[in-house]
């Protein structure tokens, strides 16, 4: 399957990234997705049979000449060719993708850049240090203590707290029960959170 993929671009960033249909909608009062709001990323081959596995392709497993983000809502993927997939443009909406239209002219780096240069919103020193461990390991408490050592060292840094535990805080127990939809919307607001505090610095 040939594909291109678009991102928000950075100084839409605030505005329109990680923004789905229906938030979109009440952002501007209808459901236009606007090209020139995008770059292009990426192009080329992908052994992917659906959509879905080229969504996990660009979170889980990127591809080796793929330097953007991880796909995420507002991007929009460009099916170039596919005996299985109807050739048309795909938003990433907060659950699934939707077909639309897409003035893919009016997008940056289309059709003139044959080679695509990385589209990065982190700054080259930017250091996303994530921490795994169970609920109560002391993970907050652990960032907490990384940040202030970091600060005083001279470095800027920003804490970016934890989407899950504030649902639990919420009582939105609902959303943690490790459903593929909700683990994708939580994933999707953690992003969000970290692209935020990368503009942020």
Known sequence: MRIRIYQIKAEQMRKFAFVGLRDLERLQGNRNVHAENYDMVYQGNVDCNNLEEIYSLFNLNHPSDYYSRSLSV?????????????????????????????????????????????????????????????????????????????????????????????????????????????????FEEQNHRIQRGNMIM
């Open 74 to 186: 507002s991007d929009v993927v460009e099916v170039v060719d596919d005996t299985k997939i109807v050739p048309g443009f795909y938003f990433c909406d907060s659950s699934g993708f939707a077909e639309i239209d897409f003035e893919v002219q009016k997008a940056a780096g289309y059709p003139e850049k044959t080679e695509i240069r990385p589209v990065v919103t982190n700054t080259p020193k930017t250091l996303i240090v994530n921490l795994f461990a169970g609920p109560g390991a002391g993970k907050s408490t652990c960032a907490w203590r990384l940040a202030g050592e970091l600060t005083r060292q001279g470095l800027r840094v920003e804490y970016v707290p934890e989407y899950a535990k504030e649902l639990v805080w919420d009582k939105r127990m609902d959303l943690l029960d490790g459903s593929l939809e909700h683990q994708r919307i939580i």
